[in-house]
């Protein structure tokens, strides 16, 4: 019984010990950690509600990214419709939304303004 428990003391004790050494934390060029604490994904922000004042005005579809400037274009809402019908996709500028308490979006623009812009195609795109 006391070779049983050694072994198994062993067993354990090579479990616990690390196969590798962890690497240090090394920050990449050009990445402000300041700026990355306070952004938010993409993947996230698409499919939230943007509000002006407490009424829905429309629905973040996706971003626009200029790879070249490294900064947000525009937000693409879809506005209009019922449920997906009879919608159409609008190109926001960016500094028109706001991120308010809890992440919820708004901007000064009415539903009206919305419906009013001209529909954004995905197509003239390069």
């Keep these: 019984m006391l070779v049983s428990i050694s072994v198994a003391h062993a067993q354990q004790a090579q479990s616990e010990s ?5 690497q240090p934390m090394t920050p990449t060029a050009g990445i402000d950690q300041a700026a990355l604490a306070g952004s938010a994904r993409a ?3 698409i499919g939230s509600k ?4 407490d009424i829905s005005v429309g629905q973040i579809e996706d971003v626009l990214v200029d790879l070249n400037q490294a900064n947000l274009i525009a937000v693409i809402l879809s506005v209009g419709g019922f449920l997906g019908v009879g919608d159409k996709l609008v190109a926001v500028p960016v500094t028109q939304i706001k991120v308010g ?4 979006f708004t901007t000064d623009l009415t539903r009206e303004q919305m ?3 001209p529909a954004f195609d995905f197509g003239k795109l390069q």
Excluded at 18 to 22: G, K, M, Q, V, Y
Excluded at 50 to 53: A, E, K, L, R, T
């Design 18 to 22: 690390p196969t590798s050494s962890p």
């Design 43 to 45: 993947s996230k922000l």
């Design 50 to 53: 943007v509000y002006h004042g």
């Design 101 to 104: 308490p809890e992440a919820k």
């Design 115 to 117: 419906t009013a812009a």
